[in-house]
């Protein structure tokens, strides 16, 4: 090669495939480390986040709106059964489809006696029990139930569970097998605490509820529901 009037001697340079192997290694090393790197600080950051609102016991208000929102087995919008503090605001979800023809109404258990209301009062600790029924008759077999149980500040609520199915249907005179339920608190099995008041008769078609029902040593009543129609 001739450069400035001068001759020079032309040189390739021809790096052995170990060397070009081992310059790949080290490429793709380093951009591995770059991705996990980004990645790695953004997921931290995100479960930072997320433990932060646990600890807090804070729920965005979109999942608020989606819980409410849901559909659950018994065609209700929201939760069938609702654990809410006292004093904070409930606002029922209702069912799936128009409320037009839809009757609403409320019983409420506070530990001694139970009397119907005329809404869900979280002033006052207990368990509310709101009738969905498409008439005025009692033993309606379209008839749905939520559960809200309302517990006292600064307490810890009772974590209950039916065992079997929720909602029964049975044949006139068959015979009804209880299969129970459990009842936990402070992660304590606390089940043969459990009160289950009925008037279930297999003889009269209709609906009825069982409830399941718990007072704790903090005062607290908790409650769920079993729902057995009886076909006419």
Do not use: W
């Not at 001739?2 to 001759?7: C, N, Y």
């Not at 904070?88 to 409320?99: A, E, I, Q, R």
């Not at 078609?205 to 076909?231: F, H, P, Q, W």
């Amino acid at each position: 090669m001739k450069l400035f009037g001068k001759k020079y001697k032309t040189i390739v340079i021809n790096p052995s495939p170990k060397r070009v192997r081992q310059r790949i290694y080290k490429l793709v090393a380093i951009n591995t480390v770059f991705v996990m790197l980004l990645f790695g600080g953004s997921y931290a950051l995100i479960s930072m986040s997320r433990e932060n609102t646990e600890k807090l016991n804070i729920v965005p208000p979109d999942e608020v709106n989606k819980k409410n929102n849901e559909v659950n087995s018994d065609g209700m919008h929201g939760e069938s059964i609702v654990n809410i503090e006292e004093n904070t605001k409930y606002v029922d979800p209702g069912l799936v489809g128009s409320m037009d023809n839809i009757l609403v109404s409320y019983e409420y258990y506070d530990g001694v006696t139970m009397k119907p209301v005329d809404k869900v009062d979280t002033s006052k600790t207990g368990s509310y029990y709101v009738y969905y029924r498409k008439n005025s008759s009692y033993n309606n077999e379209d008839m749905k139930v939520r559960v809200v149980n309302v517990y006292k500040k600064g307490t810890t609520p009772i974590q209950m569970v039916l065992l079997g199915k929720k909602r029964i249907v049975l044949e006139r005179e068959e015979k009804y097998v209880e299969a129970g339920a459990k009842a936990y608190h402070k992660e304590i099995d606390i089940s043969d605490q459990i009160i289950i008041t009925d008037d279930l008769t297999n003889k009269k078609a209709g609906t009825y509820v069982l409830k399941y029902m718990i007072i704790t040593e903090e005062g607290n009543v908790m409650s769920i529901v079993r729902l057995v129609t009886i076909k006419d």
